[in-house]
């Protein structure tokens, strides 16, 4: 296993435009996290799935972002018409756990960089 | 979550120990603290995690005191590699990690 895999690693857009970008998860994980970093900035919380089910998501991820998980495996996340400030690093994160609290650590990929002009 | 406070940078000289600080003076009981750094350019990395007790992997060691407010990430023999930011976490949950903006080590010769 090469760990957690996203793509692409560099997207530019124009405003307006829709984009999506793929996760890989480690294939044992059940769990799967969306981050987005800006620069200078520790990376924030967009959203978790455990299995196929999206549990939470953060009140940053406004209507024009959706994400999917559907077989429990990979995830996509999408933003539509997209805006100067989606401008950011989107980190994606599995880990395994089970019940309420996860003993493991999380892993993160390289991350996709999205540039709106 | 807890709300965490690190120093905003350190310098460290290479060969020697990093130790890191981090206050965590609102910790739950049911609340671990978590240790991940990001290299420039890359996802976060883990480096480690405890509850009470002081752990050790083949990277770091992690120091909670006893009141479990604070605790300190040693890296025994930092090296340039070991440049980085790193983020002290607490959670008690599955479901996010706080980042907040960590403390930027730099390593020098």
């Known amino acids: 296993d090469t760990g957690v895999s996203q793509n692409p690693r560099h997207k530019i857009t124009k405003r307006g435009q829709n984009v999506t970008f793929r996760c890989d998860p480690i294939s044992e994980h059940n769990r799967l996290y969306w981050y987005r970093q800006t620069l200078g900035q520790g990376p924030e919380f967009l959203t978790y799935f455990q299995n196929e089910a999206q549990l939470e998501k953060s009140r940053l991820l406004s209507d024009r972002f959706s994400a999917e998980r559907p077989k429990g495996s990979f995830s996509t996340l999408e933003i539509q018409r997209t805006e100067q400030g989606d401008s950011a690093m989107y980190l994606c994160?599995?880990?395994f756990g089970q019940g309420f609290s996860s003993n493991y650590g999380y892993t993160f990929g390289s991350g996709t960089r999205l540039t709106v002009v | 979550d807890a709300k965490t406070t690190q120093p905003p940078s350190m310098d460290c000289a290479e060969g020697r120990a990093a130790n890191l600080p981090c206050n965590h003076s609102t910790i739950s009981g049911n609340e671990y603290v978590y240790w991940y750094r990001q290299i420039h350019s890359q996802g976060p990395q883990y480096i480690i995690h405890?509850?009470?007790n002081n752990e050790t992997n083949e990277m770091a060691s992690l120091i909670i005191t006893e009141d479990r407010k604070s605790s300190t990430l040693i890296l025994p023999h930092a090296t340039l590699r070991d440049t980085a930011v790193y983020y002290c976490?607490?959670?008690?949950?599955?479901?996010?990690?706080?980042f907040g903006t960590g403390t930027r080590l730099q390593v020098t010769l």
């Open positions: 976490i607490v959670t008690g949950t599955a479901s996010k990690l706080t």
């Open positions: 405890g509850l009470k």
């Open positions: 994160a599995s880990s």
